[in-house]
């Protein structure tokens, strides 16, 4: 797998990118498809009131408000032609709700059919996917080559003749016999 921050390549079990450290739990999540992107089921407005986000749900919400506001306007009506109550000099004041429950029923429906196209248009085999990404030009090249060693990895090419050992100069007093083998110390 590979970096989303730097774009180094990395094991599939890694946890973090050797790179940069960057956090890969969740990449390997994602590519394993554990991680299905939808819309969540409920949501908290900006009241704190908890709302259902259920395509089935909104739309007879919807409904409900564009009833709503249908009968407000309908009260409206009946108030300016009947002036039951003195409904000439207020009947305008109905219109408010009548036009914020239509709105508010009218984009509830709209919402619920957008998540049902989104749910339908959703394939099942490419949900779990990553959509396949283009080549960032401004990522240096990957290198896949590291340092190979040329011959034995022993041989460092710099050295003309092997050091000298410790103890070269300590056996010169020493006597030698007729093979070339050291034997004793020399006698006083």
């Not at 946890?15 to 969540?40: I, M």
């Not at 709105?103 to 049902?116: D, M, T």
């Amino acid at each position: 797998m590979f970096c989303p921050k730097c774009g180094t390549e990395n094991p599939e079990t890694g946890k973090f990118c050797r790179s940069c450290g960057t956090d890969l739990s969740n990449v390997s999540t994602a590519l394993s498809g554990a991680v299905k992107p939808s819309v969540p089921d409920v949501y908290i407005d900006r009241k704190g009131r908890v709302r259902s986000n259920h395509p089935d749900d909104l739309f007879s919400s919807g409904v409900k408000g564009v009833i709503t506001g249908f009968g407000f306007a309908a009260v409206a009506l009946a108030l300016l032609f009947t002036g039951v109550a003195g409904g000439h000099a207020w009947w305008w004041a109905m219109l408010f709700p009548a036009f914020f429950s239509f709105s508010n029923g009218v984009s509830q429906i709209l919402k619920a059919k957008s998540i049902e196209k989104r749910q339908a248009n959703a394939n099942p085999v490419m949900q779990n996917q990553i959509p396949p990404t283009q080549q960032n030009y401004n990522l240096p090249p990957t290198q896949t080559e590291f340092v190979k060693p040329q011959g034995s990895i022993y041989d460092t090419g710099d050295l003309v003749a092997p050091p000298s050992s410790v103890t070269e100069n300590t056996t010169r007093h020493l006597e030698i016999n007729k093979e070339g083998e050291t034997m004793t110390l020399p006698k006083k």
